[in-house]
């Protein structure tokens, strides 16, 4: 087994993640088989208890493993399946040590930081090393571990001594080194500044890690000078000196690496030149190229509540451009607070309402992402039922899905006190209740996690033609309430078409409205599934009905399966998201729910996705 450590240096948010999954893309390009490990320094257990205003969307595996977004970054890039091991914390790690301890494996001995923990953390590292992720068996030939945060980080200390002997360990030609640094340009002088580099490589050097290569963060390409002067101070060959510059957007990382010879430094560290070929990234490429050009917009609308970090959603984000990109579109995404939908926002800040309410009209689909809690729930069942009665595409996941049932139940059924017992416990008519297996005193990995198999109890929906006709799908869940299965009839009957469900067929996973262009809502999360090439066939379908695409493409495909881009034309499209909203007007329609439940998002500048 061959070893890729990336490392980051100066500040955080340089762009690790994409960097490591990039030198994987680049590797398996090689021919190589690559696997993926990420290091978060924390002591939570895993990801799963963490707002996502603290450290972006949480990231859920086959496994049911509550994860870093990075792992999707590189599930995504390498079109690989992780397991919840592929993540490591330090909360794991003390807590497999106290257990032995407490197992009396150490045999009386004095338990400490070195060598116990940092043992610890080499051992997981070789045994998770060792797991297929590709279909394939055996295991892989390159590992590409990402350790997060910033070298000098007092939390990573245990993580960079075990990593110290872990390279010393394995030996030369079996371990390499990149280290993702900063080189600043200042905008009064315009020159590129090596300092911060030359100071984040001595610090790695002092704690025992020496670096093979140099990826450096700039806002334009380094000047040989700069790259002779890092050579000279940081000890690194000039050839082994990458500059990771700004591009429009990050399909162009692997490109970049490619371009810069970077495969030639990382065979030659791993040893692997005899074994490995020239990169074949023609496909990478051109999906690359297509995403440059397209001009024609699709806007879909995000309402939602965590709409501040565009992290919180980028799964989602990142699914609505996979779709986007083969429809020929280019995405534009509105940010829309679900909050400032709601009346009382009218009343308190009738700008931002007024605001809220025009991005929401103005889309070309509405999206309702998952989500926990209260607030804003409001604003999301206004932009469902606004999306239901004007015959706007909507597509709902988890929470979402749970919101348009909601609405219907209200609108329709006209009971208006319906609701979920998640925001009001004692509620006389919950048309969305606590799951029994659940746990109400625990809350972390007590949800229903990971993938579950959903059947499709009506072949003759969009939800069943976008999959492929096939009798059942894979997704991943990560959700505590379900719709109430002792109101499914009554639903049914006023047209709400739950056409998928589980093994049992009382737990309800797929609604969609007939009558509708295209409404859908999903109990599952189809995001984290989706890929460059290869998009969730329910976000694909958004995006199709958004563009008035839909019936033509499912009457001449068949089946997501069986489509490809046409990489001759260009295209945009635009979505839009809301997140707390009200609707302007009342009015009749169904709703036809979408693969999953959508949470409405806050209203933000569309850049920030």
Known sequence: MKYVLVTGGVVSGLGKGVTASSI?????????????????????????????????????????????????????????????DNNITTGKIYQSVIDKERRGDYLGKTVQVVPHITDAIQEWIERVAMIPVDSKE???????????????????????????????????????????????????????????????????????????????????ELDENVKEKLAQFCHVPAENIITLYDVPNIWHIPLLLRDQKAHNALLKGLNLHSVAGEPDLDEWTSRTRLYDKLHDSVKIAMVGKYTGLSDSYLSVLKALLHASVVSNRKLTVEWVPAGDLEDISAKEAPEVYAAAWELLKGADGVLVPGGFGDRGVQGKILAAKYARENGIPFLGICLGMQIAVIEFSRSVLGIHDANSTEFDPETANPCVAFMPEGSKTHMGGTMRLGSRRTYFNVMDCKSAKLYGNVKFVDERHRHRYEVNPDMVCQLENAGLSFVGSDETGRRMEIVELDAHPYFVGVQFHPEFKSRPGKPSPLFLGLIKAACGQLDAFLQKNGSVSQFSADTTSNGHAKIKILQNGHSPKSGNGLLNAAYGNAVVCPWKDVNHC
Do not use: W
Not at 29 to 52: E, H
Not at 169 to 181: A, D, I
């Open 24 to 84: 994987g893309v680049l590797l398996k390009a090689c021919g190589l088989r690559v696997t993926s490990i990420k290091i978060d320094p924390y002591l939570n257990t895993d990801a799963g208890t963490m707002s996502p205003f603290e450290h972006g969307e949480v990231f859920v595996l086959d496994d049911g493993g509550e994860v870093d977004l990075d792992l999707g970054n590189y599930e995504r890039f390498l079109d690989i399946t992780l397991t919840r």
């Open 138 to 220: 055996g295991p892989a030939d390159v590992c590409v571990i990402e350790l997060g945060g910033t070298i000098g980080d007092i939390e990573s200390m245990p993580f960079i001594e075990a990593l110290g002997q872990f390279s010393y360990r394995v030996g030369p030609g079996n371990f390499c080194l990149v280290h993702v640094s900063l080189v600043p340009v200042l905008n009064v002088v315009g020159e590129q500044k090596t300092k911060p580099t030359q100071h984040s490589v001595r610090g790695l050097r002092g704690l025992g890690l020496v670096p093979n290569i140099l990826a450096c963060r700039s806002s334009k």
